[in-house]
């Protein structure tokens, strides 16, 4: 059944199922009124217990979480399942498992509605959930996009052209702040709890080094950052003050890290631009300082609201719109791609 949807005259809002690793998003957006509705289910108490996401766990719950939130969504955007011109869903990558789920209902959906499925790439998601804001980015821009799983820079001509500027060779950013946050026994997820405590920091109290900004690249390495301050908390006295301090001096070094290979990127590229994405947008001291460096060296930084750095439907449903609008989605096989490079996919 692989017909020419765009040719038919299908149109209407794209349902976006996110279920790639421990939060079950759905949202529905259309391409001339924007999002309409959006909803979030996070399983991270369930795997707070274990220290970090369990497969299997994640898995077993979407398929609880997926169908009531499709309905509440499709409910809070007052539409009828029959509305909807497509249904994207992240098809990687991410956890097998957790991918699957998300795919065959949304694929399912799809069929039985006789609409068309798209397959989103989960960090094109990310890279472009700023777009779901008022005043988006326009291409040609630089991303950072810094999550869980990745920390890329990449060079975005347009839509769907993207070139991998710099990656990291071992601990993502969002990783090295959970394995951190976990040596100084804060909760998972770590990200958060470390960003919360850094803010009780004292400036200069300790300093960690700003791993392989001393040579030319755009690549990362945070896995000796946790070795470090695993050094410094073993030889402290320990207090909470200390705890606070250890974790302000760990934040500056990955932010400050990051800033520095944004500026390095822009400049490479000539670009004017640069987006912020992935759970670790969040981070209210990134933000703040590529805000205030763009000002300073006269370059705009884009950022998702807080709430769409993390992962989310919105910015699925938004990938999947606009891929749709060019006349793209899937055959009928139901796929997922827990390994897939960004630079693999069409322009749009
Ligand atoms: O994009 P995301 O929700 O999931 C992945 O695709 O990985 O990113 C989650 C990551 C986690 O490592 C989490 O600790 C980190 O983003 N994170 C933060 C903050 N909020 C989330 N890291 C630093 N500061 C934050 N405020
Ligand atoms: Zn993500």
Known sequence: MDQDFAKAGLSGPVLGVETS???????????????????????????????????????RDHVRKLLPLVRETLSRADLKVADLGGVAYTAGPGLVGA?????????????????????????????????????????????????GGHSMLIE????????????TFDDAAGEAFDKTAKLM??????????AKLAEQGRPGAFRFSRPMTDRPGLDFSFSGLKTQVLLAWQASDR??????????????????????KCRRAL???????????????ANRRLRAQLAEAG???????????????????????????????????????????????LEALPAV
């Open 156 to 167: 975005v001509a347009a839509i769907g052209r993207y070139r991998l500027l710099g990656d």
């Open 99 to 147: 991918l699957l789920v998300g795919a065959t209902a949304s694929r399912a959906l799809a069929w039985a509605l006789g609409v068309p499925a798209i397959a989103v790439h989960h960090m094109e998601g990310h890279l472009l959930a700023p777009l779901l804001e008022a005043d988006p980015p326009q291409p040609p821009f630089v991303a950072l996009l810094v999550s």
């Open 185 to 194: 026994d804060l909760p998972y997820p770590g990200g958060p709890a470390l």
């Open 239 to 260: 207090s909470e003050q200390t705890k606070a301090d250890v974790a302000r001096a760990f934040e500056e070094a990955i932010v400050e890290t990051l800033a520095i």
């Open 295 to 341: 000002s300073r060296e006269g370059f705009r930084t884009y950022f998702p609201r807080p709430e769409f750095c993390t992962d989310n439907g919105a910015m699925i449903a938004l990938a999947g719109s606009l891929r749709l609008a060019a006349g793209q989605h899937e055959a009928p096989a139901i796929t997922v791609q827990p390994r897939w490079a």
């Open 21 to 59: 690793c421990d939060e079950t998003g759905v949202a529905v957006y259309d391409a001339g009124r924007g999002l309409l509705a959006h909803t979030l289910y996070s399983q991270i108490r369930m795997h707070a217990d274990y220290g970090g996401v369990v497969p299997e766990l994640a898995s």
């Open 267 to 281: 400049a490479a590229t000539g670009a004017k631009s640069l987006v912020v994405a992935g759970g670790v947008g």
